[in-house]
């Protein structure tokens, strides 16, 4: 048995394990793997991670038991000191000898840190491993005490810089990044991309120095206490974190006689073999190309081809590597990919940048027009995953290449059907998965729909990023194979919610098991058709959610929010947001008795937090008193109409946005609909209300009320889109009733007016034919649907408040008066909050 | 936090040494739950109106520790019972306990009989 011997438990180092075990040939060799380190490798590019949970365990790629179930010896805290390369064999620090017959150097590379004078100063830390973090816990703690603003730096804006920047911030220390280049993240970014990152990381509290070169670092009594840039140029700081790049761990080879480059690194052709054909070097160590690859992705290819080499099969490492990268740097999205920087002669560039929201997005395209060659992402890197396929497979872009990268509402479009990327392709990175797969799994006729895909190949499971990609990928493959992809609500109903609300409609069902026995298929119900079915009855019969309360969903049930810690928030209706001195006393007294935390909310409600589930009806009763009712803020319903001031008290004001806003607010409040509704009424084009950002939204002009339609703040901002101009208060009213329920009736289950309005086909101008000119003859039932909603609104806290029956449901214990004990709350700025979540 | 969870172990019908007479049924909504105090635990009882079987599980989710699984909705997922949390709509057989759509621990499940009108949950001490 031939035995192989791995130096260095990285990441490539275990990866090269990891790839070895799963071939059916490795069996003959013995596999013997050293690391340095006291534990087994782990994840170094989510160290940053180690400081939110201190658990290295869970950066660890494999248990150690891993190695044992897999027959490899796995010896740490053991330096490999030398290698025979006449005898074929290494000698550790512990003077211990071992034979191989081949040799894999995984040994990486260590911090490099400038010979600048006064480095050696306690105080000063690379950022590396485990221990190297550890040892910068325990410093941080130690200044802090000392003293509570204590500030420290780190040297290098690079990818790892950063990344260290977020981890001292964490540590609660005032975070500087000093870099020497003119620009952050040099190799990835160019100087307007990494301006705008700049921006986004001083906004959340990284102070940012660029274009400084570090002359001595300052100390007493062999402490940093500075560092010193010019003459008169000094940062004091009391801790320094050395990110400035990594230098080869190449002694070993060096000192076997293998041959290494001028700048490091042991040198090694396609087959990652050294001049030693007995010797493979792999990651960081391996200068391949005249290049060092700092980045763990090349490292794995380069684990496969040793791998593969070794058992005898003819891989080679490609010539080009593909250094794109897609991050989350302290929450910004960062990513290049192809040639990120590339000279005009080349190609051209289209660059999109929004400073305030913190976006740049950059593509490089041929100067054909053809292919995209490279690009930059920072603030979102949704695109990422289309554009970095489009450029692995170099894929046919749009005439306009624009489209690539230019939001969906200003003139970009979904570009790309996934259909067209090759099996290859990958779809989701977190958990490997690549096109082929998904479909391969659908095609075999192992999975029958999304989840089933999810749960074969795990796609998704990780971050979730490529969902959208997954599903589109199912239901095309579904759709190819003739299988008919259902829109049916869930299992236990072969009808979309569109034939639901028909059949309800018609049939006159009153309740869940009456729909369900008539029409469902078997079964008893579950989380995602009983809300459905629940809000049907209520948009067609007008029902509150108490007449069925166990069929409504969590918020609804107890006609409250469920938050954080299983205790509800209440927000009365206050329409329009005007509310008078005595009510606001009221609801302060209110929160003040039952010890609320009180925050004015996004939608200008106000919102009483903390409510545990017996007070809820106690809160009610008080607040109803007072003038209140519920605010819905629950429901899938109308939520809020926000307005301006309006022509009531601003000096620019055009129109009465107040008194008009509290009229549409009394007038859809309550109705339930596929998704919550938002509206909006500003009394000029200064748009104080944000009215465009809102389901539907009215801006007062000369002549009348010019009305938006399908706008949406949620997770996929858009603006609403003019629909009508200079109409009159009544024209606003009969537009807004026929667009609601023509939602209500054709909406799938939670989809927002704006995703509705986007796929509606014919778009915009099909609504208008439908609401304005009345094209389909229906406009007259929408309206008048809308109006037996609107005269059978009732109070749904009144309602429970004085119905003993509908009260049972808000005792924590049926069977005893006290209240949940598992609470637990912690103070904040003088209210009070959950405890954190572990 | 796992301190709370230890507390809350299946027990098997045969285990039961001791039946806890918790609530009449009125007490409880028609296919849907309430939640029963029972010395330092809370239970989840459920009405499952439409199998004519009643269930009992531990009230907290396992998934951030709140004592919830009382209000959320049950149904059936491929013909299993389930509650569905009302936090975040994880999943969890009402027979076995076992989390349907995720790779939670499973939750702790208790057994149930009524009777003259009476719901009582079975321990095991």
């Known amino acids: ?3 192989i011997i791995v130096v260095g438990n990285g990441m490539v180092g275990y990866k090269f394990c990891e790839k070895f075990v799963a071939k059916e040939e490795s069996k003959q060799f013995k596999l013997i793997v050293f690391g340095e380190e006291p534990r087994p490798a782990y994840d170094r590019v989510h160290l940053s991670e180690f400081f939110e949970n201190q658990d290295a365990k869970a950066l660890e790629m494999a248990p150690a038991e891993w190695y044992t179930e897999n027959g490899i010896d796995l010896i740490v805290d053991e330096r490999v000191s030398d290698i025979d390369r006449t005898n074929k064999t290494i000698t550790t620090a ?65 990818l790892l810089g950063l990344e260290a920047g977020k981890a001292v911030m964490d540590m609660g220390l005032e975070p500087h990044i000093v870099e020497f280049a003119p620009k952050l993240m040099p190799r990835q970014l160019d100087s307007r991309s990494s301006q705008v990152l700049q921006l986004k990381l001083e906004s959340i509290g990284l102070n940012i120095h660029l274009s400084k070169a570090t002359n001595q670092i300052l100390g007493d009594d062999g402490y ?31 000192n076997s006689g293998l041959e290494v480059g001028v700048r490091g690194g042991i040198i090694v052709d396609n087959k990652m073999q050294t001049s030693d054909s007995n010797i493979y070097a792999i990651g960081e160590i391996a200068l391949y190309n005249q290049m060092i690859y700092g980045l ?36 910004v999205d960062v990513a290049s990919f192809g040639e990120p920087f590339m000279p005009a002669s080349k190609g051209h560039s289209i660059i999109f940048e929004n400073k305030t929201q913190h976006l740049y997005k950059r593509i490089n395209v041929s100067l054909d027009g053809k292919t995209l060659l490279g690009g930059i992402l920072v603030g979102d890197a949704s695109d990422y995953s289309m554009l970095h396929q489009i450029f692995l497979n170099g894929m ?29 392709a990958q779809i989701c990175s977190c958990e490997n998965v690549t096109k082929g797969q998904i479909c391969g799994t659908i095609e075999s006729g192992e999975s029958k729909d999304l989840a089933d895909v999810v749960s074969c190949t795990k796609a998704g499971t990780g971050c979730g990023g490529c969902k959208p990609m997954v599903k589109d990928l199912t239901e095309a493959t579904l759709k190819s194979l003739g299988i008919e992809v259902k829109d049916t609500v869930c299992e236990h109903f072969d009808l979309n919610r569109q034939d639901l609300y028909k059949i309800i409609q018609v049939k006159g069902y009153k309740t869940f098991n009456e729909v369900l026995d008539n029409h469902g298929n078997g079964g008893h119900g579950c989380e995602l058709c009983k809300p459905v079915v629940a809000s049907l009855m209520a948009s067609i019969n007008a029902d509150t959610a108490n007449k069925e309360y166990a069929i409504q969903d969590s918020n609804d049930r107890f006609l409250a929010n469920i938050q954080r810690n299983g205790t509800y928030s209440v927000v009365p209706r206050v329409p329009g947001g005007e509310i008078t001195p005595d009510k606001l006393i009221a609801l302060g007294e209110i929160a003040k008795k039952y010890d609320l935390y009180t925050k004015v909310t996004g939608g200008v409600r106000i919102d009483l937090f903390g409510a545990t589930l017996n007070q809820l009806p106690l809160i009610w009763k008080d607040l109803i008193d007072h003038g209140f009712e519920s605010g819905h803020a629950y429901g899938k319903s109308l939520r809020t109409v926000k307005t301006c001031v309006g022509s009531t008290w601003c000096r ?47 801006i007062a002009v000369e002549g009348g009320w010019n009305l938006y339609l399908g706008g949406n703040g949620g997770a996929t901002p858009r603006h609403a889109e003019l629909f009508a101009e200079q109409i009159d208060n009544e024209t606003v009213i009969k537009y807004i009733d026929r667009y609601l329920m023509l939602y209500m009736r054709t909406a799938k289950p939670l989809q927002r007016t704006a995703a509705w309005q986007e796929r509606l086909e014919g778009g915009l101008n099909y609504l208008k034919e439908v609401i304005i000119d009345d094209k389909l003859g229906i406009a007259e039932d929408l309206e008048n649907e809308m109006q037996t909603l609107v005269n059978k609104f009732e109070c749904e806290w009144t309602q429970a408040i004085n119905d003993p029956e509908m009260m049972k449901r808000f005792n924590h214990f049926v069977n005893s008066e006290e209240e949940d004990d598992n609470l637990v709350f912690v103070p904040l700025r003088e209210q009070k909050m959950p405890e954190k979540w572990v | 936090m796992n301190i709370i969870s230890d507390k809350y172990k299946t027990v098997k019908p045969e285990e039961v040494t001791v039946w806890f007479k918790a609530a009449p049924v009125t007490a409880f909504p028609k296919d849907g739950g309430a939640c029963v105090k029972y010395k330092d635990l809370q239970i989840a009882v459920f009405n499952f109106e439409r199998l004519n079987t009643w269930y009992a599980c531990q009230n907290l989710s396992p998934e951030k520790q709140e004592m919830v699984l009382s209000r959320g909705m049950i149904g059936d997922h491929k013909g299993i019972p389930m509650v569905a949390c009302p936090l975040h709509k994880k999943t969890f057989s009402l027979e076995n306990g076992e989390n349907l759509n995720s790779d939670l621990d499973p939750i702790a499940v208790y057994p149930i009989k009524i009777e003259d009108d009476f719901v009582y949950v079975g321990f095991s001490e």
Do not use: W
Not at chain 1, 226 to 253: K, N, T, Y
Not at chain 1, 684 to 695: F, H, P, V
């Open chain 1, 94 to 158: 512990k003077d211990r000898a071992f034979s191989y017959d081949y040799l894999v150097l995984a040994t990486g590379s260590s911090a490099f840190v400038p010979p600048i004078k006064g480095v050696e100063k306690e105080g000063v830390f690379v950022y590396r491993t485990i221990e190297d973090l550890e040892g910068m816990l325990a410093y941080a703690a130690k200044i802090k005490a000392k003293n509570p603003n204590a500030k420290a730096a780190v040297l290098g804006g690079g």
């Open chain 1, 224 to 254: 940093i206490t500075g560092m010193e840039f010019g003459e008169d140029d000094v940062l004091d700081v009391d801790m320094l974190v050395v990110s400035a790049g990594i230098r080869p761990r190449d002694e070993l080879g060096k």
């Open chain 1, 296 to 331: 763990v992705a090349p490292g794995y290819d380069m684990a496969g081809v040793a791998v593969d080499q070794i058992l005898g099969e003819e891989t080679l490492m490609p010539a080009n590597i593909d250094m794109s990268t897609k991050l989350k740097l302290i929450g």
């Open chain 1, 396 to 424: 046919v872009i749009p005439e306009d290449p624009a489209q690539l990268i230019l939001p969906a509402g200003e003139g970009g479009g979904s570009f790309g059907d996934v259909m067209d990327l090759p099996d290859e």
């Open chain 1, 1 to 3: 048995m031939k035995t």
């Open chain 1, 652 to 698: 620019y004001g055009m129109d009465e946005s107040v008194s008009f806003g509290i009229e549409l607010e009394n007038r859809y409040r309550g109705i339930r609909a596929p998704h919550k509704i938002k509206g909006g009424v500003s009394g000029c084009i200064r748009e104080c209300a944000e009215a465009r950002g809102k389901d539907f939204g009215l």
